[in-house]
């Protein structure tokens, strides 16, 4: 009897597991897929985008001399259209030097204190947007690739234990809403898979484009959780991690959400 | 500077309704929010969007607090001669910018 009972409380439990189980990779879809018609149409149509502005502020800045090395991104790489495909696909990634992940803002920023000798450009400011979203417009289509090696791991591991683990005063993860209760309603809005295949991003609730990170803290504040200043190495964990876990899905930068 | 995106065809047949959109960069700060301090942020506004085809006025729009940051108009005429269609928005703080389109007609 009392090991009938244990048997059924075993069942119960891993019941309970399975339901937080990983989103099957033939199921996840974009973000894309949960929003209305008239959203969908302003991503669709490059000319109804307004990230597609900024996307265009990017495309000067890539060309402009910046710090005392008067270089701009184009002395070194050319012409982005074909030296940055597939470059956003890729991050955050690797950085020897650091032996951490960056993201693909942070690497702007590398580049400008250490080529440029450029003072960084503040996390959320126009330009440094800007120039994430001329960067990952050039692999729109193309599929995330997240190294999976070794190195990597650690931080992999890091970010999926900041998606499972109950934080706030609401104490919930980030799991119970997008892996357990996706395509649910949340206060009458769709609760996405959280997959962030199109940053940086217009919302239409901030009225101007925002990155990962940024979405990360509204999260957070949903959760009534503590959010981390921007930058930090939580963040980065958490965007690699939720890259990863987009692996494959293609890159939709500069996406529009509601 | 502000930018701006123009959406119309480079050609058209004679009498054709064609669709221009347009989309300009612009924070539109309604002037009723408060900053970070509680003081209200002044307004800053486009008020205004002309739309000239070979210098004659085809199309005008007054734009308020409510609209959206980035307005995107978009609105249709006839086409009825080759020539260039410009745009002039201007708004708050002497805000004034202006874009120009060409459209051959046959």
């Known amino acids: 009897m009392i090991a009938a009972a244990a048997l059924f409380l075993i069942a119960l439990l891993g019941a309970g597991a399975a339901s937080a189980a990983e989103i099957p990779l033939a199921e996840r879809k974009s973000g894309y ?7 969908r149409a302003m991503q669709d149509d490059d ?4 990230a597609m502005l900024s996307v265009l502020d990017g495309e000067t800045l890539w060309q402009r001399k ?9 002395d070194c790489h050319g012409d982005a259209r074909t030296s940055m495909k597939g470059v956003a696909a890729r991050y ?7 032996r951490r992940p960056v993201d693909l803002e942070e690497r702007v920023n590398i580049c400008r204190a250490e080529k440029q000798q450029a003072t960084p450009l503040a996390f959320e400011s126009k330009e440094l947007l800007a120039l994430a979203a001329y960067v990952g417009r050039q692999s729109r289509g193309m599929p995330i690739d997240i ?15 900041m998606f499972t683990k ?11 809403c997008h892996d357990d209760n996706w395509g649910q309603k949340l206060a009458g809005a769709p609760i996405p898979q959280g997959h962030p295949t199109g ?6 609730e901030w009225q101007t484009l925002g990155s990962l990170q940024r979405r990360l803290r509204n999260c957070l504040f949903g959760m009534r959780a503590v959010s981390y200043p921007y930058g930090a190495p939580e963040y980065v964990n958490l965007e690699l991690y939720l890259m990863w876990r987009a692996r494959r899905m293609p890159i939709e930068t500069p996406a529009v959400r509601p | 500077m502000a930018r701006a995106l123009i959406n119309a065809p480079a050609k058209a047949k004679h009498g ?4 221009i959109k347009t989309m300009i960069s612009h924070t539109m700060e309604t002037g009723f929010r408060p900053d970070s301090t509680g003081r209200p942020i002044p307004r800053d506004i486009i008020t205004e969007l002309v739309c000239r085809y070979n210098g004659e006025e085809i199309f005008r729009a007054e734009l308020f607090p409510a609209i959206a940051a980035n307005p995107f108009l978009t609105f249709f005429t006839v086409a009825t001669e080759s020539g260039t269609l410009s745009f002039e928005w201007t708004g708050d703080n002497g805000f004034s910018a202006t874009e120009s389109v060409n459209i051959t007609v046959e």
């Open chain 1, 92 to 98: 955050p990634a690797f950085d020897a030097a650091r």
């Open chain 2, 16 to 19: 054709e309704a064609i669709e």
């Open chain 1, 199 to 204: 940053y940086p991003l217009y919302r239409l």
């Open chain 1, 33 to 39: 897929e949960f929003m209305g018609r008239e959203t």
């Open chain 1, 66 to 74: 910046d710090g005392s090395a008067a270089k701009s991104c184009a």
């Open chain 1, 147 to 161: 190294a999976d090696d070794a190195r990597m791991r650690p931080f992999l591991q890091a970010g999926r234990d």
């Open chain 1, 47 to 50: 000319t109804a985008n307004p």
């Open chain 1, 166 to 176: 109950r934080q706030g005063q609401l104490n919930l993860s980030c799991a119970q």
